[in-house]
Nanobody, 127 residues
Framework: QVRLTESGGGAAQSGESLRLSCVASGSISYITYMAWFRQAPGKEREWVATMWTEGSATYYHASVKGRFTISTDNPKSTVYLQMDTLKPEDTAMYYC????????????????????WGQGTQVTVSS
């Protein structure tokens, strides 16, 4: 089992920045990917970014590429999402997720591809 805890959400004005953090605990040695998703009211959960914990590969949704950066200082235990040039459409609950080794469900870009989830942290961007 892996426990994920997000922090760092809050309110921002359009154009400002926020940094989200996700701390993993438990059986973290089995984690191969860490990701961020978001879900706005009335919408489906949307993939934002993914990091491969065994190397430096990162992947981004087109809507955030160039504005958001996923990073880590300890790949299997902590991941960050630096969000720059925020827009009102970035308003959502942001969730951290992890995919363990040999997890055969879904893919890297869908919620089904991740076994463990945090409780979420709210980001609200006003214009």
């Amino acid at each position: 089992q892996v426990r994920l805890t997000e922090s760092g959400g809050g309110a921002a004005q359009s154009g400002e920045s926020l940094r989200l953090s996700c701390v993993a605990s438990g059986s973290i040695s089995y984690i191969t990917y860490m990701a961020w998703f978001r879900q706005a009211p009335g919408k489906e959960r949307e993939w934002v970014a993914t990091m491969w914990t065994e190397g430096s590969a990162t992947y981004y949704h087109a809507s955030v590429k160039g504005r958001f950066t996923i990073s880590t200082d300890n790949p299997k235990s902590t991941v960050y999402l630096q969000m720059d040039t925020l827009k009102p459409e970035d308003t959502a609950m942001y969730y951290c997720a992890s995919r363990p080794v040999n997890y055969g469900k879904g893919d890297l870009y869908s919620p089904m591809g991740y076994a463990y989830w945090g409780q979420g942290t709210q980001v609200t961007v006003s214009s």
